[in-house]
């Protein structure tokens, strides 16, 4: 009898409207288009706008095309998993909002926070239900909407992040495809170089850490930097050695979508080349965890039945890892 093993069987993706580009960044901040681009890679990124508006209408409008484009049934849908730092709030959940909203009512959900690696991680739990053989369809969901924390006074994030989400359907196979391996670390010491300083249970909001600005995302660029490259390659390479892989029998390279420079890094110190390695950050920056699903969405009529895919990320806390999975479908036939 084959092993039984989680597979994406579906994938959808959704950003918002509105487009805020670079030349509208250079109105708001001391920047321009060539510092921006050469620095990033990013040249636009979407932005969700409105009263009322937070990160469970895009994942509601994710779940609702999933739902359409895999002919499924929304009471067919048995979890409902959402990888986020962006929550509507700090509960009730996200994940649960959202499948209300998208009709899915048989189904419980809940939040993952892990910040860039977010995705990564709900994959790996939304695999192990399957694979316990406990649920047939779980929707695993990254998604965030990043403006919500960003200073637009600050130039060294507010050009970084935007605003997106990315779903994918996970189902039981025995054929072969589906998810094969994982690897995934984390270090807290990394807390000082991308956070949060308020909003917590360890300093509630008041009226001064509003004053001081305190509920926006701060980053040590250069610190992360180093981490991300090393944290990502290594974890990509302890994957491949661990499954036999080489770089001509991996189809494709799926990075986190942080910053043009470090995917450029991570490509050349894992060996990979370029043309084998998804990238979409100049569309839509930084979506903390949604880069994945939506390079996943982007790409998707390019993926053969069977291709090997590596993804790999790496966000704030520390967390990282790699997982290596074998694509169920062929995608220009979804």
């Keep these: 009898m084959s ?19 670079n030349a ?6 001391d920047t321009n288009d060539e510092w921006i681009t050469s620095r990033t890679g990013i040249k636009e990124r979407r932005i969700l706008k409105g009263d009322n508006m937070g990160t469970s209408v895009m994942v509601a409008e994710a779940l609702r095309g999933l739902l359409k484009k895999t002919n499924t049934k929304a009471d067919d849908v048995e979890l409902v998993i959402c990888a986020t730092v962006t929550g509507d709030s700090i509960f009730p959940d996200t994940a ?39 649920h047939k369809k779980v929707i695993v969901v990254g998604a965030d909407k990043m403006s919500s924390i960003i200073d637009y006074t600050d130039r060294t994030t507010c050009v970084i992040f935007g605003d997106g989400c990315g779903a994918v359907m996970l189902e039981p196979t025995t054929d072969g495809t589906g998810f094969m391996d994982y690897r995934h670390h984390g270090d807290g010491s990394g807390e000082e170089y991308l956070y949060l300083v308020a909003g917590g249970s360890r ?28 944290g990502m390659s290594d974890v990509v390479g302890e994957v491949m050695k661990r499954n036999d892989l080489t ?3 991996v189809d494709w ?6 910053n043009i420079r470090i995917i450029q890094t991570v490509s050349k110190l894992t060996d990979f080349p370029l043309d084998k390695v998804m990238i979409n950050i100049h569309k839509y920056g930084n979506t903390t965890a949604g ?20 993804l790999t990320a790496f966000g704030g806390g520390f967390t990282w890892g790699a997982l290596y999975l074998k694509w169920a479908y062929d995608g220009d036939e979804s």
């Design 203 to 230: 300093k509630p909001a008041t009226v001064d850490t509003i004053m001081a600005r305190e509920h926006f995302v701060r980053q040590n660029g250069q610190p992360v930097f180093k981490a991300a490259v090393r």
């Design 247 to 249: 770089v001509d029998t």
């Design 3 to 21: 092993h039984l093993r989680a597979a994406i069987t579906g994938v959808q993706g959704y950003v918002p409207d509105y487009v805020l580009t």
């Design 96 to 134: 649960n909002v959202a499948a209300y909203k998208a009709g899915i009512h048989n189904a419980f959900g809940f939040d993952v926070s892990a910040a860039c690696s977010g995705f990564l991680y709900a994959l790996t739990v939304g695999a192990k239900f399957i694979e316990a053989g406990q």
């Design 291 to 310: 880069t994945l699903p939506l390079c996943l969405w982007d790409y998707e009529s390019q993926l053969r039945r069977g291709d090997n895919l590596i």
């Design 253 to 258: 390279l799926v990075p986190h979508q942080a």
């Design 24 to 29: 509208e960044l250079a109105t708001i901040v």
